[in-house]
């Protein structure tokens, strides 16, 4: 039996050029924000706050970069690696071999640019879930099947 047209299914791979993209946003931003915040930390008495939220900051901007390009490149161990959408549910496989499935209150959010797109619900246990996708996640040919697919949960 053939799937309807608000039915899809298929896997992610990673996104080497989004990893590239991310890599050159937060390393020169990281490095700023670490190299003046221990010149100012060790400057002076009165740059030493100053300091202490710059380093505050270089090493928050590192764990999101970090996480931002690990999921990207599906490394981490909540990052999906295949998606299944249907009329009651999306299912996603996730990468520690559990599959989330989001069942209530799922909504599809997608930019104004259309390189990503996020989904959010609660899954049968009853937790809240969000997960975001990149277009270059996908083959070309499954983009747009799985974008029209979402669109009822929109």
């Known amino acids: 039996m053939a799937k309807r047209w608000n039915e899809m299914a298929c896997a992610l791979h990673p996104d080497n050029k989004g990893m590239v993209w991310d ?3 937060y390393v020169p931003t990281v490095g700023f924000l670490l190299l003046w915040g221990l010149k100012l930390w060790y400057g002076g ?3 030493v706050y100053i300091g202490y939220g710059l380093m505050f900051l270089g090493f928050f901007f590192l764990m999101v970069g970090g996480n931002r390009v690990l999921r990207r490149m599906l490394l981490m161990p909540s990052s999906p690696l295949a998606i299944d959408v249907n009329q009651e549910r999306i299912k996603l496989k996730l990468k520690s071999g559990e599959d989330a499935v989001l069942v209530k209150d799922v909504r599809f959010f997608s930019d104004y640019a259309g390189k990503s797109f996020a989904l959010t619900g609660i899954d049968g246990p009853g ?4 997960f975001v ?5 996908f083959d ?7 974008l029209k697919a979402l669109e009822g949960y929109k």
């Open 23 to 25: 890599l050159v946003l």
């Open 45 to 47: 008495e009165d740059q």
């Open 127 to 130: 937790a809240k879930r969000q």
């Open 133 to 137: 996708f990149h277009r270059q996640q």
């Open 140 to 146: 070309a040919q499954d983009v747009e099947l799985l």
